[in-house]
């Protein structure tokens, strides 16, 4: 698609380390870059690219962008273990790939400063970490994504699969907990305590099921599931019958005109619930992958498919000269900050923004299973 290859181009152009053109958070906030999981989404989506496409423009750059934050006894610029934020695991994902490829002493030491916060992090009573130290006692299915892909790895790659097993344990726990036996969705967030204002004092859970959370879960199944070496049958048997389970429970709420999903997943005839592009290119992406490894059968791949189509069909487009990519909600979360409470209209109120990339990252990555896609099956194109 020459439209995106010509939208990826434009956003490397406009971007440095310091100044990445999809940061729309820090942009916003007038604040320098830092290290963050919203850059770690977007290089780790190049490199995806790269590794298929072998176009060295998206090597050089990913490599130029996390070789600016890296230092070379391992330590990272602007980042700090002992915040224990699962969010700031997520760039280090790019440090395994990158090292591979460029043989950096100093990116395979950032590994392990990174996994000196996983020994740490705090978790709750049930074994899962805390999704921030500043929200204690709280599982986020955001932070599946964020954390365990990375854990799995260096798990595998540096300690013989010594906590692989609690890695999966984390999926099986979030199952238990957060799964909704109504319709198979998951509920943004459970509270361990059960003393924050947003949740069930019964169930500890956050009150709707918001697809970007939903959606990072899925992909937190499919990129882990990815990893897990074949020793763990059994692991890897249940966590793809997690991943099928939600994907039949995302199918009935897809929009049936452009493919894609809801803000609130099932509450789409609400006012103004809206087609949500982000959450809709992770589904995109990871129902594409699912089918490529297996755990969907082919036919799910029209559906992944008709999600990415519909994106890019309704929602990226050329405005004066300049391409740009709409519908992303900017962030949404849960807790004290600016009262977020999980109801319906707090989702509503979020703002929506273009040419981020916790939209645009993901979209790449639905894209790279579209290149694969193509490449096996010439027919089709």
């Not at 690219?49 to 006894?73: G, H, K, P």
């Not at 970007?212 to 048997?237: C, N, Q, Y």
Request: hydrophobic share 35%; proline share 3%; net charge negative.
């Amino acid at each position: 698609m020459k439209i995106l290859d010509n939208y990826i181009q434009q956003l490397i152009e406009n971007s440095t380390p310091q100044e990445p053109a999809w940061n729309i958070e820090k942009i916003r906030a007038g604040k320098p870059n830092t290290w963050n999981y919203i850059d770690g989404c977007m290089v780790k989506a190049l490199l995806t690219l790269y590794d298929i496409t072998d176009d060295s423009r998206y090597l050089n750059f990913a490599d130029e962008f996390i070789d600016y934050f890296v230092q070379e006894d391992g330590s990272i610029k602007y980042y700090d273990p002992e915040e224990y934020n699962l969010d700031n695991i997520n760039a280090g994902k790019t440090l395994y790939r990158l090292y591979e490829l460029t043989n950096k002493e100093k990116y395979r030491k950032a590994m392990d400063t990174i996994y000196s916060q996983i020994v740490h992090q705090p978790r709750t009573k049930e074994g899962n970490f805390w999704h921030k130290q500043i929200y204690p006692n709280q599982i986020w299915l955001d932070g599946l994504y964020m954390a365990q892909p990375f854990y799995m790895q260096y798990e595998l790659s540096f300690r013989n699969g010594a906590s692989c097993q609690d890695s999966f344990n984390q999926f099986k726990t979030v199952r238990n907990l957060m799964r909704c036996e109504k319709n198979g969705l998951y509920y943004h967030a459970y509270d361990s305590s059960r003393t924050m204002f947003w949740c069930d004092k019964v169930t500890g859970l956050s009150n709707n099921f918001w697809l970007r959370a939903e959606g990072w879960f899925a992909m937190a199944l499919v990129d882990t599931w990815e990893i897990m070496p074949d020793s763990m049958t059994e692991e890897k048997k249940e966590l793809k019958e997690m991943f099928q389970e939600l994907i039949d429970a995302m199918l009935p709420y897809q929009d049936e005109e452009t493919g894609m999903w809801y803000q609130v997943i099932n509450l789409g005839g609400i006012k103004p619930n809206y087609l949500e592009t982000s959450g809709s290119a992770i589904f995109s992406y990871a129902i594409m992958k699912g089918v490529r490894l297996g755990l969907l059968d082919t036919s799910y791949f029209f559906y992944g498919n008709k999600a990415f189509e519909g994106i890019c069909k309704n929602h990226l487009a050329e405005v004066d000269g300049i391409l740009q990519l709409d519908n992303i909600c900017l962030v949404a979360g849960l807790g004290n900050v600016d009262m977020r409470e999980g109801t319906f209209d707090y989702y509503m109120r979020e703002p929506i923004v273009k040419n981020d990339a916790k939209g645009v990252a993901p979209l790449i990555l639905a894209y790279t299973e579209r290149l694969l896609y193509d490449q096996h099956n010439p027919s089709n194109r």
